[in-house]
T-cell receptor, first 114, second 118 residues
Framework: GNSVTQMEGPVTLSEEAFLTINCTYT??????LFWYVQYPGEGLQLLLKATKADDKGSNKGFEATYRKETTSFHLEKGSVQVSDSAVYFCALSGEDTGGFKTIFGAGTRLFVKA | ETGVTQTPRHLVMGMTNKKSLKCEQH?????MYWYKQSAKKPLELMFVYSLEERVENNSVPSRFSPECPNSSHLFLHLHTLQPEDSALYLC?????????????????FGPGTRLTVT
């Protein structure tokens, strides 16, 4: 079946450090891939997405590239800020998930220290 | 502001109470979802409504009863809950075309209702 595996947290970084959060997936067909972010006390919000192989999603300095050959969608940011502290969820959705059902990873909590 | 609102934001209820959670979306979407988010557990999909019909019910206990009167509103009716039901309940919506290829669309979440069962 379809699944998403992301690195366990928490991840603790100093401000301006480089961030990578690994995400791999298992899916049949060609799913769309997403990163969602959840700030404290809020719901999830879409951070970026990619809908086909080799697409790069980007937003607020974050980037992720849809790699079909390695079934990965790793999240990166060159210089994190304290305000990036949140929980990050990798997710996929596609025809095989019913077209409207999203499979979420377990989430990775990021702490950024000043 | 994500366009999805949830009320109440916080709820404390006893195990014998009956209460309802409300979700409203102002985005013109045609699919709505209830999720349960517990500490140290993955996000759990509870129910999916598409075009006001329930299309997914993930083995949720009958003490949770969803209702979708129209495409903009979604309710979760609660009765005789257990302490382990304490969690953050998230509502989401999306624009989806069930049954057709070329889906999928991102989901928009509300801020959640923090439920505590005593």
């Amino acid at each position: 079946g379809n699944s998403v595996t992301q690195m366990e947290g928490p991840v603790t970084l100093s401000e301006e450090a480089f961030l990578t959060i690994n995400c791999t997936y298992t899916a049949t067909g060609y799913p769309s891939l997403f990163w969602y972010v959840q700030y404290p006390g809020e719901g999830l919000q879409l951070l970026l997405k990619a809908t086909k192989a080799d697409d790069k999603g980007s937003n607020k300095g974050f980037e992720a590239t849809y790699r079909k050959e390695t079934t990965s969608f790793h999240l990166e940011k060159g210089s994190v800020q304290v305000s990036d502290s949140a929980v990050y969820f990798c997710a996929l959705s596609g025809e095989d998930t019913g077209g409207f059902k999203t499979i979420f990873g377990a989430g990775t909590r990021l702490f950024v220290k000043a | 502001e994500t366009g999805v609102t949830q009320t109440p934001r916080h709820l404390v209820m006893g195990m014998t109470n009956k209460k309802s959670l409300k979700c409203e979306q102002h985005l013109g979407h045609n699919a709505m979802y209830w999720y349960k988010q517990s500490a140290k557990k993955p996000l759990e999909l509870m129910f999916v409504y598409s075009l006001e019909e329930r299309v997914e019910n993930n083995s949720v206990p009958s003490r949770f009863s969803p209702e979708c009167p129209n495409s903009s509103h979604l309710f979760l009716h609660l009765h005789t809950l257990q302490p382990e039901d304490s969690a953050l309940y998230l509502c989401a919506s999306s624009q989806s075309r069930p049954g057709l290829a070329g889906g999928p669309y991102e989901q928009y979440f509300g801020p959640g209702t923090r439920l505590t069962v005593t």
